[in-house]
């Protein structure tokens, strides 16, 4: 795993979108795998502001959001479709038809899990995985216990996301309770992964991931068998990491790191 931490939200958010705008530059019909919640915000406005100012182009580029709520219709405003229309898409020139999302509301959802498992693979595979981590260490919505070699599927929300992602609803009991989301080994299998955590509630939770054991517990540690794993860190969300002097001289010192994820003296 290559390690960077930041010293604000902005920073990382930036550097993020850099990371992913080269790849984009590379390769423009890249597949992009996104996510949803509070911490990518920042990489879609960067991401919004390279396209408005210096013409970053998503024409060619097909997405794939990890997961949606069950039961929620793509105009519910807390749909993950509302959300990545209203905070991503519609300020890119992407193609309507090139970006999928899980379908919340579909009746069959072993055959649309299937589907969409062979859309991703049909696309050529994820070049890039966006990944946020939830407080109790989920990647997408694996919660604990997920197995480690999951597919898209449905999947129950644990109490303690359910609580955590209240605030987004008028009332607890509004929370949904299933889920559709990628599996572990469906994430796995993106060429790279970018997880990026912002904030102290996510200390424990990214300690584990990168430091504890490979474990269903927090599915986020599966990353430890990715072989291009890039973590995007505020010093808060870092405040946890037992090697962190580490990982700041290495930051300090790559000579391979591209310039963007090197900390200014
Ligand atoms: C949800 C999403 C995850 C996300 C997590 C953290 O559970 N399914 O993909 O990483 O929330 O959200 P936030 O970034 O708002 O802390």
């Known amino acids: 795993m290559q390690i960077y931490i930041f010293d604000s939200y902005e920073d990382l958010s930036t550097a993020a979108a850099a990371a992913t705008a080269d790849t984009l530059n590379l390769k423009p019909d890249s597949v992009l795998g996104l996510a949803t919640g509070s911490t990518p915000l920042g990489l879609y406005r960067e991401l919004i502001r390279m396209h408005r100012e210096e013409g970053l182009d998503f024409s060619r580029v097909t997405t794939f959001n990890l997961d949606e709520y ?8 807390q749909s993950y479709h509302f959300f ?8 890119i020139n992407i193609l309507p038809q090139n970006t999928y999302v899980p379908a919340g509301t579909t009746n069959n959802h072993k055959a649309f899990c299937d589907w969409y498992e062979n859309r991703i ?12 981590i939830g ?4 990647i997408a919505f694996n919660e604990p216990t997920s197995s480690l070699g999951s597919r898209t599927r449905i999947k129950t929300l644990s109490k303690q996301t359910r ?3 209240s605030r987004f609803f008028e009332k607890p009991g509004d929370v949904p309770v299933y889920a559709i989301t990628m599996g572990v080994g469906t994430i796995l299998e993106a060429r790279r992964i970018f997880l990026i955590a912002t ?8 300690a584990g991931a990168i430091e504890g054991p ?3 517990m927090n599915t986020g540690s599966a990353l430890q068998l990715h072989q291009d794993v890039v973590v995007f860190l505020d010093n808060e969300a870092a405040g946890k990491l037992k090697l962190i002097d580490y990982y700041h001289w290495i930051q300090e010192n790559e000579p391979d790191a591209p310039e963007v994820l090197r900390k200014q003296p």
Do not use: C, W, Y
């Open 84 to 91: 990545m229309n209203r905070n991503f898409f519609r300020h």
């Open 199 to 206: 904030g102290a509630a996510k200390a424990v939770a990214v």
């Open 135 to 138: 407080t109790d260490g989920h």
């Open 214 to 216: 490979v474990s269903s």
């Open 70 to 77: 069950v039961g929620l219709p793509k105009t519910h405003p």
């Open 121 to 132: 693979k049909e696309s050529g595979g994820i070049d890039i995985q966006i990944l946020g």
């Open 163 to 165: 609580d955590d992602n």
